[in-house]
């Protein structure tokens, strides 16, 4: 179903966002966990649109999910380097 990344993605930022005001840990480290978030999964979008889209090589295809959300949330472009070589390697 189209669009269902986009919201596992908003709700997995929801939790956290959550966690830290439960918490009471710095918003200033939330913005930041926000920001490599959405970079992460914009990355992870045209990732998935080159070579899932245009080259049309499937394989390569990382899902959007919540786990996925959450690796390049804490990690950023990294974590969706360590994605792409994990699903490589499944």
């Known amino acids: 179903m189209p669009g269902t990344g ?3 993605f908003i709700i997995v ?3 956290i966002f959550l966690i830290f005001k439960i918490f009471k840990l710095s918003l200033k480290l939330f913005f930041k966990l926000l920001l ?3 970079i992460g999964a914009v990355i992870l979008f045209i990732f998935n649109y080159v070579f ?3 080259f049309n090589l499937a394989i390569f295809e990382i899902p959007i999910n919540w786990l996925t ?4 949330g804490v990690l950023g472009v990294p974590g969706v380097i ?3 070589i994990i699903h490589l390697i499944i």
């Open 6 to 8: 986009i919201i596992t």
């Open 13 to 15: 930022l929801f939790v």
């Open 36 to 38: 490599n978030a959405v």
């Open 52 to 54: 899932a889209g245009l």
């Open 69 to 72: 959300a959450l690796v390049t």
């Open 82 to 84: 360590i994605l792409f």
